[in-house]
Every structure is written in C-alpha cells, then in structure tokens.
C-alpha cells in the first residue's frame, strides 16, 4: 500500500471523477394565460346592431401550489483546495501497475486498488480523472475502492496527471507485487552480525522502491524485524563504543528497525533465547518511529 501523497504530487500518489464542477438547480416559471384565445377581428364581420352583453368569464381556476424545491446536493468539492490535491504523473501510475505480478506488462487496462487515509472518507467519494489536453477522461471507482486505467501509446505520449479530489497525502494506492521471499539467517549460537541479519530487508527496500522511491525511509513505510524473545527474553546490539539492551514488548516480541548507520558499522547481536523465532513484518512510518523510540 502506498502513500497517494506522493502518489499523486510527484509520482507515487493519486487519484477523482468530474464532480469538480457542479451546477445549481434553477427554478423556472412560466405565465399561463386563462383567458380564450382571440383571433384578429375581420372588419366585414362587424355587425352594426348593438352586441349582445356577454356573461362575464369565469374566473380561473387557482393554479396548484408549485412542489417543494427539494434541497441542492451538498457541494463535496465547496472546500477542495486545488493546489493541494493529490495527483500522479501517468507514466508514475503506469509503472507502479505493472509492478503488480497478477497483470501482464503489455496490458491493454490494467486493475488498481485505492483508498483514503482519512477516517469516514468511502471509496465513492474519491473521484479520479486523467487530465488530457482536449478533455478530461474520467476513470470510474466502485464501491470497493477499484478502478481502471487504460493503457495505450497515445497516453504515454501525452502523459497527463491523474488527479483528484482528495487532499495530497491522503491517498493509498494497492498493487500486488512480486517481492523476493525474505530468508532470514539461521542462528545457532545466538549471534549474529547486523549486515547478515537485514540483508533480506534491504532487498525488500530494493524491491518496493521501484514502485515508491521512498519505501523503507524514516518517514515512511517499511519493513521491521520482529524477534519473539518471550517475556523473559532480551536482544544485545554490542557497538564499537557500547552495547544496549533491547527488552521484549508487553507481547513478548523485540522488534529491531534498518538502521543505515548500524549497517555501516556492522555490530554484533546477541539474542536470547537461542531458539527465538524471528519473522519479517511491515510497519507503518508511526510504528517504526515507535520501535526507534524503545
């Protein structure tokens, strides 16, 4: 799942559908006329004894009072800033579908997933289009947060933005990648070195950041190392200048984060209990600033 922030300002973001523009109502009346129609008077028609008094016409009936103007829609673009909304630069959409293992790379439309950060905000309020230099084309989302986007030469060509109305950064954009499986060196003395131990991590980031350049950074998603230790358990991280001590979590787990600085230097880690299953997770920017926080 990726950040539509970026998604959709610079590359990796995303995504709406023409309601950009609304129109009011407009309430329009008609005058009725009740009276008979009177053709011009032919001048040989005219009698010369006195006319007849005419009965008086009735008078009309009341005109039925008009229905109820039933309220104007909501305008959900009212408060839309438009030098904020999230959008992606084709080419940037194109290349994150075809990171997606189950679609084929020449592809006529391909399948995209997308949802919104924001509590409340349903995949029927995000509108998407592709904004082409004659008009632009409206790319439909269902009710379940998909939708397609056609791919064509004349689209890489043009390479038009696919916008949105949602705020920039609020968007996620789903994918199905193909990631290599991570494979975690196995300790049989409870140590081993830092480099050995993140390697499959760093091959994950090589992996995501072909689709989002910004994968795995500090401020952003990424992968985490989690060691089930027990409650009793501890991990050692012994530095050129000091060791510190990693205690378990309330769930008994101790969770260690890619360090660029640590994978220079290369430190030893000790773990306890030897036999500690450890697994590769992914966690959110907040988790991971978490993790650092310990």
């Known amino acids: 799942m990726f950040p539509l922030e970026k998604m959709m300002t610079m590359r990796p973001r995303l995504l709406i559908v023409l309601a950009l523009f609304s129109l009011s109502p407009a309430l329009v009346r008609a005058q009725v006329e009740t009276g008979p129609l009177v053709g011009p008077q032919n001048p040989k028609s ?18 039925p009072s008009p229905a109820p103007l039933k309220p104007a829609e909501p305008d959900t673009n009212a408060n839309i800033d438009f030098d904020n909304i999230a959008k992606i630069p084709y080419a940037a959409l194109i290349k994150i579908a075809q990171s997606d293992a189950s679609q084929p790379k020449d592809a006529e439309v391909y399948t995209l997933h997308i949802s919104s950060k924001i509590e409340g905000v349903p995949p029927g309020r995000i509108e998407l289009f592709l904004d082409r230099p004659k008009a632009p084309e409206v ?5 379940n947060g998909y939708f397609m986007v056609p791919h064509n030469e004349d689209l890489l060509a043009e390479n038009p933005d696919l916008v949105s109305n949602q705020p920039k950064g609020s968007l996620n954009l789903e994918v199905k990648l193909s990631l290599p499986k991570p494979e975690l060196p196995k300790i049989t003395d409870g140590r081993v070195k830092y480099q050995e131990l993140f390697q499959p991590i760093v091959m994950l980031n090589e992996a995501m950041r072909k689709v989002d350049p910004n994968f795995g950074r500090p401020e952003q998603q990424q992968f985490a190392i989690e060691i089930a230790t027990g ?61 650092r926080a310990r």
């Open 46 to 63: 005219v009698s010369s004894q006195p006319e007849a008094a005419k009965p008086p016409l009735p008078s009309p009936a009341p005109l």
């Open 139 to 143: 790319l439909k989302v269902d009710a």
């Open 231 to 291: 409650p009793e358990g501890w991990v050692k991280v012994q530095r050129e200048f000091g060791a510190r001590t990693l205690a378990p979590d309330k769930a008994g787990s101790v969770w260690l984060i890619f360090e660029q600085l640590h994978f220079d230097e290369n430190p030893e880690i000790q773990i306890m209990p030897l036999d500690a299953e450890m697994s590769v997770r992914p966690v959110t920017a907040a988790q991971a600033a978490d993790i």
